[in-house]
């Protein structure tokens, strides 16, 4: 089987300018205050992991935010507090990270239409019926079972900074890349996105163009040598969950 296209969404592509762009973003969107970005503009140098203190003072402003509002779908309601299937309710208290002294946005459950729908797996693999049915958790560990093991990921010092040359090494070995991007995604942005690209420096072969989904604006694309990006409107960060409709239609115009 020959492999000829890759398809990736909302991904974290590159440190600095995920940062700055998730910044960006939410200051563009009207989430926070001119004086809270003018504060990590001029204090937070993402070109490096630590910061110093009026960096981490004004980024807890911004992740103080997504308390009350879901960072990967801007527009869609949290699932209700008083739920057993709230994230407050299935999740406990994260500790400190080694990038930021706070990330607990990223504890925050992705939602969809259902705001609660990532968090039913929750639900029913903490029910004892459901363990002993899988001979799960026979050590009886008191903890319960979470989608993401965070102390695993906390623990996670490997991981590059940068993929951008793997990309340009696939694209100039002729592997059509397609990165696509939900526009109401603010933990892993357009605006992130368009930055980390623009690193890459490419030959634009075909400017902003909408692309239509039953006879609709279905988002917006460039395509670059070797390279196309295109939004998907309305969607957040994991875009079929979002817009179904419309990511079979980007599946089928790749």
Same mark, same amino acid.
């Given at each position: 089987m020959s492999y000829v296209l890759s398809q990736i969404g909302n991904a974290l592509m590159d440190y600095q300018t995920d940062q700055e762009g998730m910044i960006d973003y939410a200051w563009g969107h009207a989430l926070i205050s001119d004086g809270t970005h003018e504060a990590i503009v001029k204090n937070c140098d993402f070109a490096k992991l630590g910061q110093t203190e009026e960096c981490e003072n004004a980024l807890n402003e911004y992740y103080g935010l997504y308390d009350i509002m879901d960072m990967y779908s801007l527009y869609t309601p949290l699932c209700p507090e008083g739920s057993p299937l709230s994230t407050s309710s299935m999740v406990s208290q994260s500790t400190a990270t080694p990038k930021f002294s706070r990330l607990e946005y990223l504890r925050k459950i992705p939602a969809g239409y259902d705001p609660c729908l990532m968090n039913y797996a929750t639900t029913y693999f903490n029910r004892p019926d459901v363990q002993e049915a899988l001979h799960a958790n026979v050590t009886n560990i008191s903890r319960p079972w979470a989608l993401c093991n965070f102390d695993v990921l906390y623990a996670w010092n490997d991981s590059t900074d940068s993929v951008l040359p793997i &990309?340009?090494?696939?694209? @100039?070995?002729?592997?059509? &890349? $397609? &990165? *696509?991007?939900? @526009? /109401? @995604?603010?933990?892993? +942005?357009? %605006?992130? /996105?368009?930055? %980390?690209?623009?690193?890459?420096?490419?030959? #634009? %072969?075909? @400017? $902003?163009? +909408?692309? *239509?989904?039953?006879?609709? #604006?279905?988002?917006w694309s460039i395509v670059y040598d070797g390279l196309t990006f295109v939004t998907v409107k309305g969607a957040g960060h994991q875009v079929p969950t979002f817009a179904p409709k419309r990511s079979l239609q980007l599946i089928k115009i790749s």
């Open positions: &990309i340009k090494k696939l694209s @100039d070995g002729g592997l059509r &890349i $397609w &990165i *696509y991007s939900g @526009d /109401t @995604d603010g933990r892993v +942005p357009v %605006t992130a /996105t368009r930055y %980390t690209l623009n690193k890459l420096a490419l030959n #634009v %072969t075909e @400017d $902003w163009t +909408p692309w *239509y989904s039953h006879k609709e #604006v279905g988002g």
